[in-house]
């Protein structure tokens, strides 16, 4: 089992494009949470997925940021139009139960917005 | 809003002395408390989480309901120990499912 994957590890944007984070959960997990790290501060918690449905979007930006979990393929985190303070690493996570504070990480996607 | 503090953001002891990272939170009601781990070059690890009262890798927490603290303790580091800590509160039951509130974390530096 490889674990939560994530790609692209890092990428590197300029101010008004898109950025596209991928995650595949961990297999036989179907649970799929977003984080976001911002320099010198701990994890944010963004959202959490199942297969085809948003659950809590609760820690998400109003604007630009959406996530989506589809039937079929790996998670995505969208952000359109980044802008320098989007900059962070964004990690992924999985889990098999619902109720469990044990989540699976990935390795992180580190964005970059010059 | 619940809130979990780390105090200190850098720890340093010497191998076979004892060791605590701090955390304190915030919360009105009932919330299950993990510590994470994340070595170097590893992703973040779940190490112990208070509902199971284990000792992972000669690491204990006690949950402390009075003084809302989880602190991590270890009577005697090595080494290997060396990595960033990271304390996380989970609201009790099963519908808050993996939705944590994460410390700003402790880097721990275990000298030889």
């Known amino acids: 089992n490889a674990g939560v994957m994530q790609n692209p590890r890092h990428l590197v944007r300029r101010r008004g494009q898109e950025a596209r984070l991928r995650c595949s959960p961990m297999?036989?997990?179907?649970?799929v949470y977003w984080y976001r790290q911002l320099p010198e501060e701990g994890l944010k918690f963004m959202v959490y997925l199942q297969k085809e449905n948003i659950i809590d979007e609760s820690g998400m930006p109003k604007e630009r940021f959406s996530a989506e979990f589809p039937k079929e393929g790996p998670s995505i985190l969208r952000i359109q139009q980044v802008v320098r303070g989007d900059s962070a690493a964004y990690f992924c996570?999985?889990?098999?139960?619902?109720?469990?504070?044990?989540?699976?990480f990935g390795e992180g996607s580190r964005l970059t917005v010059l | 809003a619940q809130r979990v503090t780390q105090p200190e953001k850098l720890l340093s002891v010497f191998k076979g002395a004892p060791v605590e990272l701090k955390c304190n939170y915030s919360y009105s009601g009932s919330p299950e408390l993990f510590w994470y781990v994340q070595y170097s070059r590893q992703r973040l690890q779940l190490l112990l989480r208070?509902?199971s009262r284990e000792s992972i890798k000669g690491f204990t927490a006690d949950l402390n309901k009075g003084e809302t603290s989880f602190h991590l303790k270890k009577p005697f580091a090595q080494e290997e120990d060396s990595a960033m800590y990271y304390c996380a509160l989970k609201l009790a039951g099963g519908t808050s499912y993996g939705k944590l509130t994460f410390g700003q974390g402790t880097i721990l530096t275990v000298h030889p």
């Open positions: 996570a999985s889990s098999q139960a619902i109720s469990t504070g044990e989540l699976f």
């Open positions: 297999k036989g997990h179907s649970h």
């Open positions: 208070h509902i």
